[in-house]
């Protein structure tokens, strides 16, 4: 069951691409960058609901009859992927609730989110054994065969975060403009589980019966986990942690100066005047994302194992029927085929911590080209076990005004997988598909993902005649003409 897991995993990235690196998105920006919300082109936003989810796997694809512009989802059918590459499989799906920002006087401004996000990763099989798993062990032509140097790693972590924002302009000159930000984040449980499986050699001896050696085995699952088969879950009660994002953004202007005085005390002003966005050439962004981890209770059934209970090496999967989402009966199939002894006492789970760099360039008036580096950052033992992203590229061509965006990001990751996304934002409701090449060029799809966010939408007020301009000594107030 423990492997199986991994082959139902596939039969289904960044949150909200494209929207959240640009100017509009408001309170939702500062789930990548707390930075951003710092001399917003809002005064204050409101994030209603939203939902994002992404999956992505190499186990197995998606198969449509035909693929330029067919909308249609009764024709798809699905294909085992047969190769010797090593197997991932991804699922992030994350529900933002109320969530809003304030922009301040001095260029600062203060935010708060609420999230509750799951991620699963299945990771470490080799191709062809996920073949003879696909096969229900059954397939003749298998028998005897030999897998040697097998690992599996199945992790699940399903977390409430509430984060609290505050960022501000800490340096401002007619060329230039430094924020920074920081969310600080209370994490809540709603369940976690993982699973290490390594071993050296398995044999396929035949009616799902494995000839395994040696192996080690540790499985384990948090307490409230336990509740949810029970029934009995609560929402607010669980284990607590603490969670951290810090950021940090750099604008730069051409030499004709940027739209936007260097004065804290004026800049103030003049964005109460415009409400406008400021009109920079370039500007870099990094932030470093989900430092924090959760402290589990193991659940009754937590346990570890390295030898087969008989002797004989051999495990019968069999056993197994009618188990696998039945903490108890799957603790008592395992300790009818192998020495397994329980776990108790907590362990520590991490957040999908992560690194971000960012270059948003202008190209016109409302023409942008935004580029986004993600790199995993979950080697790093920050805990006992950690659920994570792949690591990706994001290339963002976009048209956008406060009335309407169009945003079409162009995604590659480690792995090699490569899609294209479309979206769009109209007034205060934003949608987008991760991967839209399938209804487009592409017959064959791996990966699946779509989002959408219901937001304020705070129209551009009238211009006015600004209150402040360049003279001769930098910027400063216009001065009002004397009546005769």
């Given at each position: ?34 930075a951003s919300i710092a001399d917003n082109a809002y005064p204050w936003d409101i994030v209603f609901v939203g939902v994002n989810a ?20 009764g024709a798809i059918t699905t294909e085992l992927i047969r190769d010797v590459e090593t197997k991932y499989a991804f699922l992030n ?7 809003f920002m304030v922009r301040l006087k001095n260029a600062k401004a203060v935010g708060f989110t609420s999230r509750v996000r799951t ?366």
């Open positions: 069951m423990l492997l199986l897991l991994g082959r139902y995993t596939s039969s289904l990235g960044q949150s909200y691409p494209g929207f959240v690196s640009g100017n509009y998105a408001g309170a939702a920006g500062s789930i990548h960058q707390p992404f999956a992505d796997n190499n186990y197995g694809k998606a198969i449509r009859s035909r693929a330029f512009m067919n909308f249609s989802f799906v994350e529900a933002t609730g109320p969530s991620y699963l990763n299945a990771d470490g099989l080799t191709g062809d054994l996920a073949t003879l798993m696909a096969d229900g062990f059954n397939n003749t032509s298998l028998f005897d065969q030999r897998y040697a140097n097998q690992q599996y790693y199945l992790k699940i972590n399903s977390w409430q975060e509430y984060g609290v924002t505050y960022a501000q302009v800490v340096r401002h000159t007619p060329y230039q403009k430094i924020k920074a930000g920081i969310t600080a984040k209370l994490l809540i449980e709603n369940g976690g589980a993982h699973v290490n499986f390594i071993t050296g050699n398995i044999q396929n001896i035949g009616d799902k019966l494995l000839l395994i050696p040696e192996f080690s085995l540790d499985f384990g699952y948090s307490e409230k986990l336990q509740t949810i088969v029970d029934g009995n879950f609560s929402f607010f009660k669980g284990a607590k942690g603490l969670g951290v994002d810090l950021g940090i953004e750099l604008e730069y202007y051409d030499g004709i100066r940027g739209s936007t005085p260097s004065s804290t005390k004026i800049i103030g002003d003049y964005n109460r005047q415009t409400n406008t966005i400021p009109k920079y050439k370039y500007k870099l962004g990094f932030s470093l994302l989900d430092v924090g981890r959760l402290k589990y209770n193991y659940g009754t059934y937590s346990g570890e194992a390295s030898v087969v209970l008989d002797g004989t090496d051999i495990v019968d999967l069999n056993q197994f029927q009618g188990s696998y989402d039945n903490p108890a009966a799957l603790g008592d199939s395992l300790n009818n085929m192998v020495n397994f002894s329980t776990k108790s006492g907590k362990y520590t789970m991490g957040l999908p911590t992560a690194f971000q760099g960012n270059i948003d360039y202008r190209l016109k008036k409302n023409v942008f080209v935004n580029a986004n580096v993600y790199a995993n950052l979950s080697f790093f033992k920050f805990s006992d076990y950690n659920v994570h992203d792949i690591s990706n590229i994001t290339v963002t061509p976009r048209w956008e005004n406060n009335w309407l965006g169009l945003y079409v990001p162009f995604y590659m990751n480690i792995e090699g997988q490569v899609n294209m996304g479309l979206a769009t934002h109209l007034g205060p409701l934003v949608i987008g598909a991760h991967d839209f090449l399938p209804f487009l060029v592409r017959k064959e799809s791996t990966s699946i993902g779509a989002y959408f966010m219901l937001k304020t939408f705070i129209p551009n007020k009238k211009n006015k005649k600004n209150k402040v301009k360049c003279g001769s000594e930098g910027w400063e107030r216009s001065k009002k003409k004397s009546k005769n």
